[in-house]
């Protein structure tokens, strides 16, 4: 079981993750906008972080370059979603921010488990 940070602006779509994740057996928290993300791992620190790249007040790049940046919070993985296949500048530039995995919105249930999941290999996911 992993705790995971859900941060997405968009309802329907944190509800989607927050069911296929609990439902793998991990603990799920939320932010809705970048400043509150930060303001959650200062708290307590995720396992990994699923993180959207368009949030309002502090965008995803951002919230990644800035944990990345942390030694208390560069080892936290980040999987980042976007609601658009990614350009090669996102894709470098999320990679320049330190961002561990993509995944593209509307996501497959299965390709969301496997790229949180895989990031965890000390962590036992649920079955």
Avoid: Q, W
Wanted: net charge negative; aromatic share 4%.
């Amino acid at each position: 079981m992993a705790r995971i940070l859900v941060v997405d602006d968009e309802p329907d779509i944190v509800r989607v993750v927050v069911r296929i994740m609990e439902a793998r057996g991990h603990v799920v928290r939320c932010a809705r906008d970048g400043i509150e993300a930060l303001e959650r791992i200062a708290a307590e620190p995720p396992d990994v972080l699923i993180l959207d790249l368009n949030l309002p007040r502090l965008d995803g790049f951002e919230v990644c370059r800035r944990i990345k940046s942390d030694p208390a919070t560069r080892h936290i993985p980040v999987v980042m979603m976007t609601a658009a296949y990614v350009s090669v500048d996102d894709a470098r530039r999320g990679a320049d921010t330190g961002a561990d995995e993509y995944v593209i919105k509307p996501f497959l249930r299965d390709v969301l488990i496997h790229n949180v999941e895989r990031l965890l290999p000390a962590v036992a996911p649920a079955r």
